[in-house]
């Protein structure tokens, strides 16, 4: 399973950006995939979780510090997850990383994610 992150880049405090994460197999083909996750890192800090979808789209979780700004949605015929930031902060900024195949029930943690993307930058500006 290969997951491509896009959409990232510099953006202004109160500025909005869509974050996409397809999902396909190393042959090329889409691959339809269960739940995903947005995580993100920070220069110097560790992973930390952003927010979770299901299968079907339509439960998702979101860390507090993003809740009411964030949204997660998906396209199943497209194989894409994204992730909608608004109001974004100068504390948003951050390697932002998609992940699927879920192993353990706490989306939470990544060590509960088997396959990662290689990560979008977002720089927030003040």
């Known amino acids: 399973v290969v997951l491509v992150e896009s959409g990232g880049g510099l953006v202004q405090a109160g500025g909005s950006l869509r974050l996409s994460c397809a999902a396909s197999l190393l042959s090329g083909r889409p691959f339809s995939a269960g739940a995903m996750s947005w995580f993100r890192q920070a220069p110097g800090k560790e992973r930390e979780f952003v927010g979770s979808?299901?299968?079907?789209?339509?439960?998702?979780v979101y860390t507090e510090s993003v809740k009411g700004r964030f949204t997660m949605t998906r396209d199943s015929a497209k194989n894409t997850v994204y992730l909608q930031m608004n109001s974004v902060k100068p504390e948003d900024t951050a390697v932002y990383y998609c992940?699927?195949?879920?192993?353990?029930?706490?989306?939470?943690?990544?060590?509960?994610?088997?396959?990662w993307g290689q990560g979008t930058l977002v720089t927030v500006s003040s």
């Open positions: 992940a699927a195949e879920l192993l353990a029930l706490e989306t939470k943690y990544a060590s509960s994610w088997k396959t």
């Open positions: 979808i299901n299968r079907s789209g339509g439960d998702t």
